[in-house]
């Protein structure tokens, strides 16, 4: 079955700096967009960011400049690079992406777990 599997989320002072890592796995055709949401407690979920299959990408007003994704296609992984992180950035964060299986050609929307991502003021 295809999954989604984030890893990297942690503790960590504010002003430092965390890389979180998305791995798909199973028997899959394709992946198409792929992108990173998060939910802070007590807060509405939000998206972060968006990673296309040819390297485009988008982000939220809020982590411009501060936070980077990008994708490795050869791995089926995606990745999220936080710096400067801010104590509002404390957030369960989630990876997504459009998969098609083998079993399936049509891309479907999974969700990760998620990951929990905790900064101290």
């Known amino acids: 079955q295809v999954q989604l599997v984030e890893s990297g989320g942690g503790l960590v002072q504010a002003g430092g700096s965390l890389r979180l890592s998305c791995a798909a796995t199973g028997t899959i055709f394709g992946i198409d967009v792929m992108a990173w949401h998060r939910q802070g407690p007590g807060k509405q979920r939000e998206l972060v960011a968006t990673s296309d299959s040819s390297g485009g990408t988008d982000y939220a007003e809020f982590v411009k400049g501060r936070f980077t994704i990008s994708r490795d296609n050869a791995q089926n992984t995606v990745y999220l690079e936080m710096n400067n992180l801010k104590f509002e950035d404390t957030a369960v964060y989630y990876c997504?992406?459009?998969?098609?299986?083998?079993?399936?050609?049509?891309?479907?929307?999974?969700w990760g777990q998620g990951t929990q991502v905790t900064v101290s003021s």
């Open positions: 997504t992406a459009q998969i098609a299986a083998y079993t399936d050609f049509r891309y479907k929307y999974y």
